[in-house]
């Protein structure tokens, strides 16, 4: 939000006071206790932050999706257990992003007890709170997808930037915290791009001789993603000239890569996203503000960024950041049918409960298990210290998890295709097939 | 030692003052801010390996995930936090960890915009005071001034 050039927002007026925040008689009364007091705590965060951030009145919502669940430490649990103990309730349908741990499996790994013992505890105050427990980091691939045009409260990261690009829901680039206080009063801050004229492309990526074979392969998109991120930084990007129709996990496996290298909420690409039909439509009819030529060489050197380590060792591959689809569940079956990982290797999925309960009815978890892998669902490595320390190399088709496993969990990680995890598994090694990219 | 005076937009107001640690990159506190010692943590972040408690950190913005708000309540809540953050374009996640630890703990850290040409004279070493009114002096030891990274 308040993204270089909104008009709302002048830098350099410093004298101007915040614009007046006008709030509607209703908001007055949540404002003053009325309707009880999470509401009313909820209400004066809300209030306060749309009026730092500058917006002049608030706006309904008719969704929400709540990232405060990811347990870091005892202030958001305090946050959490405050709210739930005054009686807080949400007053739209809440879904609720991946939690600490996986509920009933955490003790298969490495989670320390009393860690479990508070993340739990979080998981129940937004679980006391009217929402849907469904635990994932992709609501938008759950019966909760929210539709075009519907104006919603989302938080995690890539979840936002997939509900506003893919299906053009409006959110904007919400926090943990906030979204919960959304959720309770049913209002958000109108601004930002909840409103369409903050919904035009600012940056305009044309592809360059991208070779079409490299564009139906999955690892091609969390590439692009990690590029347009760093590119654009806080800029809404449109992309011209690809030649394929990307599928919905490729564009949820971009929106994430975006979402983590840069503070993308939204993208266009031209032909296949929906406020996109046109350029001239992704634009809304005005210039880019900055053109840039996409080359092989860019996205050759943003698929280096993502490995980490120049070993071959390997000791676990991890998939499903963002959560694994049914349709991933259904891609990987295949590759694995009757074989077996390395035994020196793990292998992980993980997912949410609904998916891994669709994988499973359709027969998909059979070649799973024989292959020696293993799924973890509610949560993920970057959530969970579940990974035991032994646990030094990772690999991986997700660009979130290679943005952040060197960081957060300090492991070395190499980021390549799902056919290329699935073969480095079962030779107990890294290896990458380099034929698209290098020619 | 020279004394520089910028004038910037008080997003959350109060003043602070410690040496400054700048970098143009902005960051993600998820998974690029320690909370438990105030190092930051992303290893592709230029200011990697530093620490940032009780320091002025001048960042353009928080980029990547959401969760970067409730790290930073984390930090406020236990005194592993900045002092106070200089930014350019203005901060809802960082905004709101204020906005929340004032609600919970009473307690916040100052956030200061300014435009990229002020944020241009900053350096890493400088002292610097912020006040209630978005005013920033800033004492520098070294006239010359290599790019931020």
Sequence with gaps: MWRRGDSQWNLFDIETKHMSLSLTDKDHAMLRGDHGPATKMAMSILARMAEVAGAQELLDITGAHIDSTVYIGDAGLEFAERLANLGAKVSVPTTLNVSGLDEHHWQEWAVPNDWARQAQRQMMAYQSMGTIPTWTCAPYQTEMRPSFGQQIAWGESNAIVFANSVIGARTERYPDLFDICCAIVGRA??????????????????????????????????????????????????????????????????????????????????????????????????????????????????????????????????????????????ALAPLIQGKRKHSRVKFLVTSSRAMTLLAKQAGYLEALEAFGAQLTVDTCILTSPMLPAEIKYLMTNSAKFAYYSPGLLGKQITFGSLKDCVASAIEGKALRDESLWTN | ???????????????????????????????????????????????????????????PFARGSSTTTAVLLEAIRAGTAPNA????????????????????????????????????????????????????????HTPARPPIP
């Excluded at chain 2, 700048?22 to 200011?47: A, C, M, N």
Aim: charged letters at 20%; aromatic letters at 6%; proline letters at 5%.
């Design chain 1, 189 to 330: 801050p109108a601004m930002g791009l909840h409103l369409t004229a903050n919904r035009a492309g600012k940056l305009l990526l044309q592809m360059k001789d991208i070779p079409e074979a490299l564009q139906h392969s999955d690892d091609f998109y969390p590439v692009l993603g990690h590029f347009m991120g760093k590119t654009s930084l806080d800029r809404i990007p449109v992309v011209e000239g690809l030649g394929v129709i990307p599928n919905e996990d490729q564009l949820k496996a971009l929106g994430a890569a975006c979402a983590s290298s840069g503070a993308v909420a939204m993208f266009h690409i031209v032909g296949v996203t929906p406020e996109a039909r046109t350029l001239e439509s992704a634009f809304q009819n005005k210039q880019p503000e900055e053109t840039i030529t996409v080359t092989m060489d860019m996205l050759r050197q943003s698929r280096r960024e993502l490995t980490h380590t120049d070993s071959e060792r390997l000791d676990m591959v991890v998939l499903g950041s963002p959560h694994f689809s049914l349709a991933e569940f259904k």
């Design chain 2, 1 to 59: 030692m020279d004394k520089l005076t910028l004038q910037g937009k008080p997003i959350i107001a109060g003043s602070a003052s410690g040496l400054a640690l700048v970098s143009r990159e902005p960051l993600s506190f998820w998974g690029g801010y320690d909370w438990k010692t105030g190092e930051i943590i992303d290893r592709r972040h230029p200011l990697s390996g530093l620490i940032a408690k009780g320091k002025i950190l001048a960042i």
């Design chain 2, 85 to 140: 953050i200089i930014i350019t374009a203005t901060d809802f996640f960082f905004a709101l960890a204020s906005v929340v630890a004032t609600e919970m703990y009473s307690t916040s850290i100052p956030l200061v915009a300014v435009s990229e040409s002020d944020f241009a004279k900053l350096q890493t070493g400088d002292q610097i005071e912020t006040d209630e009114h978005g005013v920033i002096s800033v004492f520098s």
